[in-house]
């Protein structure tokens, strides 16, 4: 069974940066495409990016220039590179797997999820 483990959330300032980690425990992490994911209390699980197998990559339009999405195939794992964040930043942070195809900014396209990490970005 798949897990995944996010790490690297934190607390920074406005225009500061983060990294964040998730671990894929499972045999096929090359394969998959996976997404980053976040989420404010009482809101909906909003995606922000996702990466195929072949590496494409693509991005919400509220992150587009400033973050980066990225994965390491031999040591299953996913990044998220966060620069010059902002206040509106401030979330819990999901990575995602088990993509079903369609809209890949779509919380129900993906069926494993990790924990979370949590981001806190002060202006």
Partial sequence: ???LVESGGGSVQSGGSLSLSCVYSGLSFSTECMGWFRQTPGGEREGIASIDSDG???YSDSVQGRFTISRDNAK???YLQMNNLKPDDTAMYYCAAGWTG????RAEQFLIWGQGTQVTVSS
């Fill in 1 to 3: 069974q798949v897990q």
């Fill in 76 to 78: 299953n794992t996913l």
């Fill in 56 to 58: 494409s990559e693509r």
């Fill in 102 to 105: 369609g809209n890949w900014y």
